[in-house]
């Protein structure tokens, strides 16, 4: 009897000084379409205000709170203790992904570092998350894509929102058709989502409005879609530019 494949192990590391404890439904819902949240860690002082609302919900997701007073203003012992718990997991050599909960770029070293080992980081923040910190992750979330959770309200994208216009995807969705090998423009919707992904780790559908990345190109308007019969994958290539009309020329033109 063939074993079962595991899911990979993840450890999930949240900085309470700089995420929200509303995304918690929708960023534990996330993680689980990546892997099994195994280490569920979260670093800040509970006795501020600012964390407790992270402390009310602790037990609903089995998150283990590590708590740090701040004794000395302007130096973050969360941060510090976080980074020391985070490079402990690493080289017990147990966990196939890090899953980075904060919008600060001070996070961006330890992400760097740990993909260094050949383990795949997954960074969740506000869109005002410094560029630095998203590259750095193999793919980058944005928890306001996140608030609510997802599980009771499928369509929550299209109802909120969004961050950007769908407009706003097409340059990107453009540059990753080009750098697919097509000899008729056609590329493969899936492949063409991954290329996506490897340009930009924080590019998310639901930034535009879109719960799925065919609604997207939809919206765009800018693209030709084709679905192949029997379900079979999606192709899509760009839309030719029209031509613009040609200039009637006048009967009295070139006469003298």
């Not at 929708?26 to 280490?39: D, M, N, P, R, T």
């Not at 793919?139 to 109802?159: C, P």
Request: hydrophobic residues 35%; aromatic residues 8%.
């Amino acid at each position: 009897m063939p074993s079962e494949v595991r899911s990979p192990r993840l450890a999930v590391l949240i900085d309470a000084d700089n995420a929200s404890a509303k995304i918690a439904d929708g960023l534990f819902e996330e993680i689980a379409k990546i892997g099994e949240a195994s280490v569920r860690r979260i670093y800040g002082d509970f006795s501020n205000a600012r964390s407790k609302a992270w402390a009310d919900i602790l037990s609903k997701h089995a998150i283990i709170p590590q708590q740090q007073f701040a004794y000395t203003t302007g130096k973050n012992a969360s941060d510090i203790t976080l980074v020391i718990d985070a490079m402990d997991l690493l080289h017990s050599g147990r966990f196939d992904g890090f899953c980075l909960v904060s919008s600060d770029s001070d996070f961006t070293r330890l992400a760097a570092r740990i993909r260094e080992q050949g383990i795949d980081v997954f960074g969740f923040g506000e869109q005002k998350t410094p560029e630095s910190f998203r590259q750095a992750c193999r793919r980058f979330v944005y928890t306001e894509n996140l608030r609510g959770g997802t599980a009771n309200n499928q369509d929550s994208a299209s109802k909120q929102q969004p961050l950007q216009p769908p407009d706003a995807a097409t340059p990107m969705i453009k540059t990753a058709i080009a750098q697919m090998e097509s000899e008729d423009g056609w590329v493969d919707l899936g492949e063409m989502g991954k290329r996506l992904i490897a340009l930009a780790p924080d590019f998310d559908s639901r930034t535009f409005g879109s719960r799925k990345l065919s609604d997207l190109v939809r919206k765009t308007n800018a693209f030709e879609i084709e679905e192949q019969p029997k379900g079979g994958s999606v192709r899509i290539r760009v839309k030719a530019a029209a031509e613009p009309p040609r200039r009637r020329r006048n009967s009295r033109e070139g006469r003298v």
